[in-house]
């Protein structure tokens, strides 16, 4: 099918960006296309395509909100992660790529806000497109996007920092390997908070951590157990420089960092250690 082949990679990953799972995203993507070889349809657009993964995006999560509730401990999205090295037009299209930070802040919303912020601030698209997706008046989506920007103030930081964020990948993993975190704590923000994702599936912290020394605390304690020992290597996470900590060729964390949209220092941890988020991951 043409549009499939046509527009597989963009309506996946407005699916990845509005569920968090590249398999939900898989799942959902594919469904509709095999909806639309047993309907007769007179056109089949882009925009057509876009409303109906977006609409089927926001039904999925409906019903997987109660799912969500009892998951055990912190529900984080599920990376993508490559090689700093691996070729850029494996990834989705530039323009695409948002990070890791911003997909959490997109979990925190209700399935109509996240379609909101994420056409509005990832596409760019106007007001007028996207009522036209959530069937919502302009007045409406300027409304729910307003309210996004007040919910999410002075959390989410969506300036990009290649340099600054190798920097931190290097110290995290330096400390890792001497178990003295002192100089990687100096790079957190004093109200940092440490959110990780085990899904119940491996040991994990249930609830995030907060505040610098609690955070140091934390990664001192578990380096002294050896649970940061294996292969580290650097890796991009969402288009972003981060850390993957492999055992036996098989990733067991995933680590990433948030900017303060104050200052120059993190205010957020992320580690995914839930293998299911894992297993997707291949070199």
Request: some cysteine; glycine content about 6%; hydrophobic content about 35%.
């Amino acid at each position: 099918m043409e549009h499939y082949r046509k527009y597989w990679s963009l309506l996946h990953s407005v699916a990845y960006r509005m569920t968090g799972s590249m398999q939900d995203a898989e799942d959902i993507v594919q469904d509709l296309f095999a909806d639309l070889q047993e309907k007769s349809i007179g056109q089949i657009n882009k925009p057509y395509l876009i409303k109906a993964v977006t609409n089927r995006c926001i039904n999925f999560l409906q019903s997987a909100r109660k799912k969500r509730e009892v998951y055990v401990g912190e529900w984080l999205p599920e990376p993508s992660v490559r090689l700093p090295d691996q070729n850029p037009a494996e990834l989705l299209e530039k323009e695409e790529t948002v990070s890791y930070a911003f997909l959490v802040a997109m979990s925190r919303l209700n399935p109509v806000e996240r379609a909101v912020f994420m056409f509005r601030d990832v596409f760019g698209y106007h007001y007028k497109e996207i009522s036209s997706i959530i069937e919502k008046s302009e007045a409406n989506c300027r409304k729910i996007h307003s309210r996004i920007k007040h919910k999410l103030s002075g959390e989410l930081s969506l300036t990009s920092r290649p340099k600054e964020e190798q920097q931190l990948a290097e110290l995290f993993i330096a400390s890792t390997k001497t178990g003295n975190f002192d100089q990687f704590a100096r790079k957190l923000t004093e109200e940092a908070v440490l959110y990780t994702d085990g899904g119940g599936k491996v040991k994990s912290a249930i609830r995030p951590i907060y505040g610098r020394s609690r955070i140091y605390a934390f990664f001192k304690g578990i380096a002294s157990k050896g649970r940061l020992a294996g292969h580290i290597r650097h890796v991009q996470i969402n288009g972003q420089r981060g850390v993957l900590i492999e055992r036996d060729k098989r990733p067991v964390y995933a680590i990433c960092f948030a900017w303060s949209p104050e200052c120059d220092l993190i205010n957020n941890i992320y580690i995914v250690s839930n293998p299911d988020k894992l297993k997707r991951i291949t070199f």
